[in-house]
């Protein structure tokens, strides 16, 4: 780190060691180093299919065998991914806050397993599976065998417990995210593009509701315009060190 990445360390360590109410937003970054591929990286392919073109309910209507084939290697891929440093650093935060809220856009599950406790799942979750017509649910490693796995209930198609593009967020999520941004004091942006919406517009939002902005990211993105502070560097490195500073 250069004399100005470590000025810009000290003064996200001054603002955060400022605020006792402090929401967080997670992107596929944050899980880059346990070996999560982020979406708009290298590794956001599978046999050759952009994982995002993957993710959608008209590719579940199309093929969906091939949908959940992806969404199998993906849940299987998680048994041995491990949280990292900067997953726990975010569960030591909590601790130490009087109000903390952890919205994150990821499916990994990685936030729970490191300890944080008050998460915020916007994308839903890969430890489910859902009935796209009933309200069955059951935990993934349940699934029945069949390739696209039918609900015991209704007999409909199960299909993973997150959400794809195009569709609306879990309402309970949103309100909880939305009650974060209006109260948080900071709101810390780690590891994400930017790009989607509604995620992309929180830390403006917050901003406008006088918030500060502290973003971790390996590069600028659309929110670093509205950062006080931007902090470039991998997560699992940045974080501990933000959070050491303010102790
Ligand atoms: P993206 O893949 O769009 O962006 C990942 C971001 O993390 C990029 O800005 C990288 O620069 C940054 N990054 C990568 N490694 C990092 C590291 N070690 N430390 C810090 N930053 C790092 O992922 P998201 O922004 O999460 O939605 O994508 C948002 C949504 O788009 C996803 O939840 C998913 C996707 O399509 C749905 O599936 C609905």
Redesign the pocket.
Known sequence: MDTRDEQRLREAAHMLSRSTRVAVLT????S??SGVP????EG?FWRGRS??EL?TPEAFRRDPEGVWEFYRFRIAGLEDVRPND?HRALAELEGRCDRFWLIT??VDGLHRAAGSRNVIEL?GTLASAQCQACSYRCPSDALPGQPVPICPTCGDRLRPA????GESLPGQALAEAEEAIEDCELMLV???????QP?SSFARWARSRGARVVE????S?PISDVADVSLF????VILPRLIEMTA
Do not use: K, Y
């Open positions: 992107g596929a970054g944050i880059a180093e982020t979406f708009r990286g956001g994982a995002m993710a900067g856009q990821n994308h997150v959400v794809w593009f780690v590891g994400t593009s930017g790009v989607v995620a971790v990211n390996l590069e993105t560097g991998p997560a699992g």
